[in-house]
């Protein structure tokens, strides 16, 4: 190797991430002899063995690397980086030494007091396997890409064929043959054609429509990916041809390892959904709330277990008892227990997963979680163009004949959007009844054609180039030609009736230089055909004639040459791709041949540079505009993105003119609309000023030739300004901005796995449709869990509230910790999940999108339920102490257990019991047990406590269960909302009513929760208490709608979230 070419190696690197010294070489943009000089190589010979190791050791293998993965411990960890998450662990904790300080008490009460740590134990333990396996189950995008990549190659080295070596082996300098069928190993310079022409299929890498052609000519220095016509990318499969190729990039340098870097990137950058967020403040903000409460409690209790007496005005004498200390932390951890939702977390995740399931029906499959109620405040949509809101599936749309006189044309507009011949008609077709012109134009569609159309299980696939399968499609719709043999009306039965019909004898392959293809066919009237197609220009500069409708041949006129051009001029502003169809004799040479090598003619067709020669003085007999169309429903779907106020912004590879126009088809842009401001190339954007201000511009934006560091920006940019972005893709190309995107949405028919795995959402029929659909379930979704978050919030601030007026009268504590967490997570469970199956709002996708900052709990909705939560606290205190206080309430008798009655001040200083004279207690009885106090009359505020503690528990169930018909809406009136419109509520209100039945009245359970069962009077009195929450409730709904235009201003209309 020459001393230049060691230089340009560069140094050596140990990652194959950091950039080389070939990087810097744009190979592209110099011919082939500059190439090989710096890559000191000779096409000829290839790469010495010697050089090859010397290349391996500076660059390393040809293949992606692999990320390190997070570890286990590391993985474990990151599950309790959530604040609620350290509450309930420090609350378990505490727990724990408590119960065991407590143990030498024995018996169920022992076992009582441990039930509370190990149950939120297991919470956690839970919550943190399904953390991990959702984590372990995110990265495997990198690994779909390493599928993507060539396995072998077929590669010159020391003068010497080497065919099959792993392509992990190539180095930059080697030179490789290329075949039809072969995946490109590396990002390769052609410099040598072995075909007269190389198309190569790009567009999961680059997002263009259709098979690119390659050339050896060197192109700009500063030509974009697309523009990079002599390079064939790795990853990318040769559809057409074969070639010999230099390698100039591998492993991570190639574009697809760049693809691989930007992955990683966006996958650092993954943030918290909106709700998230608001999950983490919130808890953020009980910490310190529970804190403050906590230690409040503790400090009005201090008279308890702490005194002193004054002696010379200073305090002496201290008394602490332990045991008073430990009762009172008791009651701040049990305050701890009630003020956290334990159960949000399963019932968020329950709302969610039934959420997927709602979406799963509608096509969209939801690959992760969250992003169900992330779909709920997208603001933008940046769509692919390819695949997404087109079929990617070419197809004639318009056909041009010949008329029955010189100087006319006749149009047919063709239906159908895709490789399935049943697929639309051809509008006014004269069928059964074809005329000779319009059978010249299917024989040569049909013939002059290398492409297949098969059936695939449901679907049609094209098996070729997409714009040959399309011809074969029309031929299909065309029919059949009047008095042939339907015998064959198999599929393709028309394509293969013209071929029965017309044998191939010899094919002029298709070059860039001519742009035109022929065949020459044996027909069956005993003449031989040259039929020919391509580009319109080319094979009318070389037509003398044109077929007019009858058969007969006239002489083509300038005026006739001028009509065609300037329909083709038409049809091409509409961003159709034209072909035009010829035919002739074939020349007097060929009059004999048969497609033998051994005739004198054959000679000519191994030289292409003749097929131009051959394929002259040509008849002219009409034309076809195809394009990739758009979806049928594409249309009505970006219409409802407008009314609901999603803006959508179309990225794509493909080129300017063809993009504007589907734009103009599908809604983003009006018909006449002059979009010179919002339509802009990948490259125009990056040289924008003010990149935000052309991102906030109202309507819709297109962004044609982008590249995926395009797409990755513009995403960035949108996210920075605060919009929520949803991104949709189907190739290698679209995976980094997936990721980056907030929803990143793949195409589950035509989506590479690299995409489906960076997604958060996989749309199984590929459809934009789909997305707005989703959209609007995600909003439902996002309603109904603000109800079912208020809802649980609501009731915990009650259970604060009866804590600490327990703590702050002084009366016995009215619940334990064990009770309070079964209410939190048991009886509150099935309520709140119901609250998931409200039904959306008939307007929801008619209201602007909610801004992610968007508070959860507003200033009015927190006072609400601090309302709420006062009444719950005072309902269930009250009721402790009117069954201690009270004979009688409201007129229901609480006399017949025979329990004893106190005075309030006896109530609220019980722990002076024992210095109480003659202070005795009766027995009373609780179903089938009798409680009795001879021995220590003090017990009645302790064990005695019991049937007062179940009578607060069921109130504060009851109330609890009134509560989320409350939640139903969030300022509707259960008069206009009734319970039954949401029938799962009552069902899982009765399942919580008798889930409480259930330990009230199962002995050993009743033992474990410290309950006992309750006579019908005792209910009477629950409900007499626990309805009042309805009205209460009606009356702030009431205040609520006189007061949302004061609370909801005109400028931020999108926090307005009713459920009305």
């Known amino acids: 190797m020459g001393k230049g070419g060691e230089e340009d190696l560069g140094n050596k690197q140990s990652n194959g991430s950091e950039p080389l010294k070939f990087d810097t070489f744009p190979a592209w943009g110099k011919d082939v002899r500059e190439c090989e000089e710096h890559f000191g190589v000779s096409v000829e010979r290839g790469l010495s063995r010697g050089e090859v190791l010397t290349r391996h050791q500076i660059y390393g293998l040809n293949e992606l690397e692999k990320p390190e993965g997070t570890s286990l411990l590391k993985l474990i960890l990151e599950q309790f980086n959530d604040t609620l998450v350290r509450i309930l662990l420090a609350a378990a904790v505490v727990s724990f030494v408590l119960a065991f300080v407590d143990g030498d008490e024995g018996g169920e009460m022992g076992i009582t007091a441990f039930v509370e740590p190990l149950v939120i134990f297991l919470i956690l333990i839970v919550n943190a396997i399904v953390g991990i396996w959702q984590e372990t189950n995110a990265e495997k995008a990198l690994e779909a890409l390493k599928e993507i990549q060539s396995q072998q190659a077929t590669v010159m080295r020391d003068g010497v064929k080497v065919s099959c070596l792993p392509a992990k082996e190539l180095v930059p300098g080697d030179v490789v043959e290329l075949r039809v069928g072969d995946k490109v190993p590396a990002d390769m310079r052609v410099v040598g054609l072995v075909s007269s022409t190389l198309r190569v299929e790009q567009g999961s890498l680059t997002g263009e429509s259709e098979a690119v052609s390659k050339t050896t000519k060197a192109v700009e220095e500063n030509a974009d990916i697309q523009g990079k016509k002599c390079i064939v990318f790795a990853g990318t499969t040769v559809v057409n041809g074969s070639c010999v190729c230099l390698v100039t990039h591998t492993g991570m340098s190639t574009e697809i390892g760049r693809v691989h870097s930007q992955i990683q990137e966006a996958s650092q950058h993954e943030e918290d959904t909106p709700l998230k967020k608001k999950l983490n403040e919130f808890g953020e903000a009980l910490t310190m709330i529970i804190g403050l409460i906590c230690a409040l409690v503790w400090l009005i209790n201090v008279k308890y277990f702490l005194s002193w007496e004054y002696v010379d005005g200073w305090p002496r004498n201290f008394k602490f008892s332990f045991e008073k200390c430990t009762y009172y932390f008791e009651i701040a951890v049990a305050l701890a227990v009630a003020a956290i939702p334990e159960g949000l977390p399963a019932v968020i995740t329950t709302c969610l997963a039934l959420g997927t399931r709602k979406m799963a029906q509608k096509n969209a499959l939801v690959r992760k979680l969250p992003s169900v109620e992330t779909l709920g405040c997208t603001t933008v949509i940046c769509s692919d163009k390819t695949g997404t809101l087109t079929t990617n599936q070419m197809a004639v749309s318009k056909l041009v004949a010949m008329g029955s006189r010189v100087g006319t044309l006749r149009s047919f507009n ?89 044998q191939r004898i010899a094919t002029l392959e298709f070059d860039r230089d001519r742009k035109s293809m022929g065949v020459m066919v044996d027909s069956s009237s005993g003449t031989k055909l040259l039929l020919v197609k391509g580009a319109v220009e080319n094979v009318l500069e070389r037509s003398t004639h044109i077929q007019l409708l009858d058969g007969s041949t006239q002489e083509l006129d300038q005026y006739s040459r001028d009509l065609i051009l300037q329909s083709l001029h038409d049809m091409s502003m509409s961003a159709l791709r034209c072909l035009g169809f010829a035919y002739s004799d074939v020349p007097s040479d060929f009059a004999t041949y048969d497609g033998s090598e051994d005739h004198p003619a054959h000679q000519q067709l191994l030289n292409p540079i003749n097929y131009s020669s051959i394929e002259s003085n040509l008849t002219f007999v009409g034309f076809v505009g195809l394009r990739d169309p758009p979806r049928k429903e594409v249309r009505q779907a970006i219409a409802d993105c407008r009314t609901a106020g999603i803006r959508v912004m179309v990225i794509t590879g493909d080129n300017k003119s063809t993009a504007e126009a589907i734009c103009r088809e599908i809604g983003v842009f009006e018909a006449d609309e002059d979009i010179s401001t919002r339509s802009l190339t990948g490259k125009e954007f990056m040289d924008v000023k003010d990149q935000k201000n052309h991102l906030r511009q109202s309507g819709g934006l297109l962004f044609s030739r982008a590249e995926p560091k395009h797409k990755q920006e513009i995403v960035r940019l949108l996210k920075e300004d605060g919009e929520v972005v949803a991104m949709t893709g189907d190739g290698v190309n679209d995976a980094p901005a997936l990721k980056l995107a907030d929803i990143g949405v793949a195409m589950g028919i035509s989506g590479t796995e690299v995409a489906k795995e960076a997604s958060d959402m996989v749309l199984a029929d590929d459809n934009f449709s789909t997305i707005v659909a989703a959209v609007g379930e995600g909003r439902s979704i996002y309603n109904n869990m603000k109800a079912f978050i208020r809802y649980m919030i609501s009731s915990n601030i009650g259970e604060v509230a009866s804590i600490f007026l327990t703590a702050a009268l002084g009366i016995p504590e009215g619940m334990i910790p064990v009770q309070l967490l079964w209410v939190n997570l048991v009886t509150d469970g099935p309520p709140a999940t119901a609250l998931g199956f409200n039904p959306p709002d008939k307007d929801i996708m008619k209201k602007p999108p909610r801004r992610s900052d968007d508070s959860l709990i507003t200033a009015w909705i927190l006072f609400r339920y601090l309302v709420i939560g006062m009444y719950v606290g005072v309902a269930t205190v009250g009721v402790f102490i009117i069954w201690y206080t009270h004979s009688s309430f409201m007129g229901i008798d609480l006399s017949q257990d025979g329990h004893s009655l106190v005075s309030y001040s006896q109530l609220a200083h019980w722990g002076q019991c024992s210095s109480w004279e003659g202070f005795k207690v009766s027995p009373f009885t609780a179903g089938s047990q009798t409680f009795s106090f001879e021995s220590n009359p003090c017990e009645y505020f302790h064990l005695g406590k019991i049937k007062a503690s179940t009578l607060s528990l069921s109130v504060l169930v009851a109330i609890e269960m009134f509560n989320s018909l409350n939640a139903l809406s969030e300022d509707g009136s259960l008069v206009t909302m009734p319970p039954w419109v949401n ?63 004061y609370r909801y201003s005109p400028r931020t209309p999108s926090a307005k979230q009713k459920t009305e």
Not at 418 to 427: L, N, T, V, W
Not at 990 to 1016: C, D, E, R, T
């Open 983 to 1045: 029938p799962w509520l009552l069902l899982a209100m009765a399942v919580s009513f008798g889930l409480h039945f259930v330990i009230l009245y199962v002995p050993f359970l009743a033992q474990v929760f410290g309950i006992v069962p309750l006579s019908l009077n005792e209910w009477l009195l629950v409900l007499a208490v626990s309805l009042p929450v309805i009205l209460i409730d009606e009356v702030l709904k009431f205040v609520g709608r006189l007061t949302s235009g």
């Open 414 to 502: 063709v239906e159908g959007t895709s490789f399935d011949p049943r697929d639309g008609k051809i509008e006014d077709w004269p069928v059964g009844r074809m005329d000779t012109n319009l059978q010249m134009i299917a024989k040569i569609a049909a013939i002059c054609n290398d492409a297949n159309v098969e059936q695939s299980e449901n679907q049609f696939v094209a098996r070729g180039m997409p714009t040959e399968a399309a011809l074969k499609v029309l031929v299909e719709k065309m029919g059949f030609p009047e008095g042939a043999n339907k015998a064959s009306s198999l599929a393709n039965g028309c394509c293969r009736l013209w071929s029965e019909l017309e």
